[in-house]
T-cell receptor, first 112, second 111 residues
Framework: DVKVTQSSRYLVKRTGEKVFLECVQDMDHENMFWYRQDPGLGLRLIYFSYDVKMKEKGDIPEGYSVSREKKERFSLILESASTNQTSMYLC???????????FGSGTRLTVV | GQQLNQSPQSMFIQEGEDVSMNCTSSSIFNTWLWYKQEPGEGPVLLIA?????ELTSNGRLTAQFGITRKDSFLNISASIPSDVGIYFC???????????FGTGTQLKVEL
C-alpha cells in the first residue's frame, strides 16, 4: 500500500523554537507539497517541490522554509515558531502526469 | 492565492438521506477532484474528473465536472453514519501539479 508518512501526529512546541516537520513518501513521486489546514480556511499551500533540491513558494510561505535533499523526503521548517502557526500540517505527493495527491495523516502542531 | 467557493459549509442530515454539495470558481479548471477527510486523518481521494461534462460514480458517490469548467458537484445517495467527515473539492487549473482547494463541507449524519 502506497504511503505518505508524516513523522509526528502531534507536536507541542514553545514560541521561538525551530521546528522540523518531516514527510516521507514511498511512491517515487516527483512532486511534494506542504499545506496547513485551519477551520473555515480549507487547505492552504505553504511550499511545494517538483524535484530534489527544488522548491517553490505557495500561497502562505512566510515564516516557513523547506528542504528536499532526497526525492522521497520533504521537510517543513518553522524557523521561529509562533502561536499563529498552531495548525494541522498536511504533506502530500503526486507523480508527474497529474492524477491527484496522496496525503499523509497530518501533524497537529500546537505552539505555546 | 485563489480559494474555491464550496457550499454548504456544513450539513446535518438523517441517515438514508441524499446529500449534495458543490464548488464554484471564478476561473477555469482542467481537473476537478473530490476528497474526504475523516477526523484525525489526511484527505483521501474519492473521485477525479478530467473532462467538462463528465459524470463519474464511485459507489454511492456521484460527481460531475461542470460544462463551464468553473464548477463541480458531489452527490451522496442514501447516507450512512460512516459518511461523516469533511469533503473537499479541489481544482487543477491546467499545467503543473498544483491544486486549489475548497474550504470544505462538514457532513454529520444523524442515526
Amino acid at each position: 500500500d502506497v504511503k505518505v508518512t508524516q513523522s509526528s501526529r502531534y507536536l507541542v512546541k514553545r514560541t521561538g523554537e525551530k521546528v522540523f516537520l518531516e514527510c516521507v513518501q514511498d511512491m517515487d513521486h516527483e512532486n511534494m507539497f506542504w499545506y496547513r489546514q485551519d477551520p473555515g480556511l480549507g487547505l492552504r499551500l505553504i511550499y511545494f517541490s517538483y524535484d530534489v533540491k527544488m522548491k517553490e513558494k505557495g500561497d502562505i510561505p512566510e515564516g516557513y522554509s523547506v528542504s528536499r535533499e532526497k526525492k522521497e523526503r520533504f521537510s517543513l521548517i518553522l524557523e521561529s515558531a509562533s502561536t499563529n502557526q498552531t495548525s494541522m500540517y498536511l504533506c502530500a505527493s503526486s507523480p508527474t502526469g497529474f492524477r491527484g495527491y496522496t496525503f499523509g495523516s497530518g501533524t497537529r502542531l500546537t505552539v505555546v | 492565492g485563489q480559494q474555491l467557493n464550496q457550499s454548504p459549509q456544513s450539513m446535518f442530515i438523517q441517515e438514508g438521506e441524499d446529500v449534495s454539495m458543490n464548488c464554484t470558481s471564478s476561473s477555469i479548471f482542467n481537473t476537478w477532484l473530490w476528497y474526504k477527510q475523516e477526523p484525525g486523518e489526511g484527505p483521501v481521494l474519492l473521485i477525479a474528473l478530467y473532462k467538462a461534462g463528465e459524470l463519474t460514480s464511485n459507489g454511492r458517490l456521484t460527481a460531475q465536472f461542470g460544462i463551464t469548467r468553473k464548477d463541480s458537484f458531489l452527490n451522496i445517495s442514501a447516507s450512512i453514519p460512516s459518511d461523516v467527515g469533511i469533503y473537499f473539492c479541489a481544482g487543477q487549473p491546467g499545467g503543473g501539479n498544483k491544486l486549489t482547494f475548497g474550504t470544505g463541507t462538514q457532513l454529520k449524519v444523524e442515526l
